[in-house]
């Protein structure tokens, strides 16, 4: 892969630059796991779409710009530069969306991307139970069929709902077949948050700020149309967007590299000893490391391939390069870490997470030495 951009991709990048340089708030916004950081982040996404900048490398038609996968990275790259506010659309984005473009109908497609983009609709996730975490296939929330009304009847709970509180919908896997065995029976719903019998409850991180829900669904009623890819055949569609999860879509490169340059502009205020510079100067490699194999990826993508098993691979290394990155960042700064700089301090609580996320890594590393390196299963 030439890792030059062309003339093509250079004038993307100018054009994204200005714009960030121009438009991203001087005054960082409030948490988006926050109420009132939520809708700042929201009022700045809807001005990333009217840009034509939410989500690049979509068709037009749905809100994007026709632009290629290098077009995204690009992107994604100088977003992160800018210091750029998060963003709450993440899931519907980053997990939703490609799932969205690999098994939804036409008039699902027109129907729910373009107000993915728009920020119109915010999406949660709804993977997790209280006795179904990492073992996905063990959910017992129930999809029970109503040939009357034409849909279906939800009841369960799910549990750490990533902005659920505030989100506009949720994607979710659910129980459709009492008798089929585990990975079988399950049918990928899309569930208005504000529908009969729902229920939302806040529970609070570790930094207090209420960022994740339970969801309880008492008899909802949910049509056929919103029903994502076969009935009975949620296992493959839910593989699909667990497989956007760990690969590309929910942690870009841009994010660590400006994260690295950040840690280094750190050690050189702080100074700090030989080993505290070494990890830092590791910090700074894998970065670039994961920039790299994320352009192998893309294109093995743009060859006709697919992302497989190497995105539990790929999960893996971001989330402990999160870790150690933030890790060192608090070494540097010390005993008065906690006080002398919040954003650290926040984004290592967050970073502690991301082990767990998306599937633990202990399972992620299961999947590797299975899939990837053929060893027996024990």
Known sequence: MDLELDLGERAFRDEARRWLEANVPATPLPSGDTAEGFAACRAWERRLFEAGLAAVSWPRAYGGRDAGLVEWLIFEEEYHRAGAPQRVSQNGISLLAPTLFAFGSDEQKRRILRRIAAVEEVWAQGWSEPNAGSDLAALSSRAVRDERRGGWRLSGQKSWCSRGAFCDSLFGLFRSDPTSERHRG?????????????????????????????????????????????????????????????????????????????????????????????????????????????????????????????????????????????????????????????????????????????????????????????????
């Open 186 to 378: 399950l049918t990928y719903f899309l569930v208005p948050l504000r529908a009969d019998g729902v229920t939302v409850r806040a529970v609070r991180r570790l930094d207090g700020d209420p960022g994740f829900a339970d969801v309880f669904f008492d008899d909802v009623f949910v049509p056929d149309r919103d029903v994502l890819g076969q009935v009975h055949g949620g296992w493959d569609v839910a593989m699909a967007t667990a497989s956007s999860e760990r690969g590309l879509g929910l942690r870009s490169p841009g994010r660590f590299l400006a994260a690295a340059v950040r840690l280094v502009q750190l050690c050189r205020r702080q100074g700090g000893s030989s080993l505290a510079r070494d990890r830092v100067a590791r910090a700074w490699i894998d970065a670039q490391a994961y920039r790299l194999y994320t352009l192998q990826t893309l294109a093995r993508l743009q060859d006709g391939g697919t992302l497989g098993p190497e995105s539990s691979l790929n999960k893996i290394f971001w989330s402990e390069l999160d870790v150690r990155l933030h890790e060192t960042a608090l070494q540097l700064l010390g005993s008065s870490a906690e006080l002398a700089d919040s954003a650290w301090m926040k984004g290592f609580e967050f970073a502690l997470a991301g082990p767990i996320y998306a599937g633990t890594n202990e399972i992620q590393r299961n999947v590797v030495a299975e899939r990837l390196l053929g060893l027996p299963r024990r």
